[in-house]
């Protein structure tokens, strides 16, 4: 009786999908050693929102866990195939998302400026070219430096609670200018774009916290603005 279907074929099918479950498993295995390291850095940077002196050994620490991250990524950069990231890149995407807004936090309290797609791609050990291979995507960068504004924002509520009357001030004029450049961007990606808009909300938070410290006073630079502005004018 001859067979009209070559069951041959479906053993290879079969080995095919075995192969692609095994590759799936081993990259599953090296995100979630990523997602502990960034667990332990969220850990340890927490510690900013309750006492405002242990900023420092924070960041030291923090910095620990992303550089040790770089090792993971290489690993992650041999199980995938060339040419193919984007096929499997919904497995990292969020972590690296998480990584950014890690590198960008540490970046900000130990220098006060925004960190680049460059810099943050250095620390992880990634590229940032598409045609080099395994790269820190542009859309993953911008989604973390959007999670660093919400960050802000609770961060300046509770620099107030804990007597800092300055850092909201000027986290309201870094959180300002990532608003401005964010605006520049022509954003189509619907995932980006629903995440600048919550970004309104954060600004607005922040802008808060500094009117209620300048009407009572207890800022420092809006007396100084008062008093400049009670000058007669001659």
């Not at 006492?51 to 910095?63: E, H, P, Q, T, V």
């Not at 998480?98 to 960008?104: D, G, N, P, T």
Request: charged share 25%; hydrophobic share 40%; aromatic share 10%.
């Amino acid at each position: 009786m001859s067979h009209f279907v070559n069951m041959e074929v479906f053993s290879n099918y079969q080995k095919y999908i075995d192969n692609e479950q095994e590759l799936r498993e081993n990259i599953r295995i090296v995100v979630r050693e990523i997602e502990h390291l960034a667990k332990e850095a969220t850990i340890q940077l927490q510690v900013i929102h309750c006492d405002l002196n242990k900023i420092n050994n924070a960041c030291s620490l923090a910095r620990k866990q992303i550089e040790a991250c770089a090792e993971k990524y290489q690993k992650l950069s041999a199980l995938v195939p060339a040419g193919q990231y984007y096929r499997y890149s919904d497995h990292w995407t969020y972590i690296t998302q998480r990584l950014i807004f890690l590198i960008a936090l540490v970046i900000y309290l130990e220098a006060g400026f925004l960190v680049t797609r460059e810099t943050a791609a250095e620390l992880l050990g990634l590229k940032t070219k598409h045609s080099d291979g395994f790269h820190l995507d542009i859309e993953d960068y911008l989604l973390g430096i959007l999670l660093l504004a919400s960050e802000l924002s609770r961060f300046a509520t509770n620099s107030v609670t804990m007597g800092d009357y300055e850092r909201p001030l000027n986290i309201s004029h870094f959180i300002g200018d990532l608003n401005t450049g964010f605006r520049l961007l022509n954003l189509k990606n619907d995932g980006l774009r629903k995440r600048f808009d919550a970004l309104k909300y954060d600004v607005k938070k922040i802008e808060e916290v500094v009117y209620d410290v300048s009407i009572r006073g207890l800022s420092n630079s809006a007396e100084s603005k008062d008093e400049h502005k009670a000058e007669p004018v001659e």
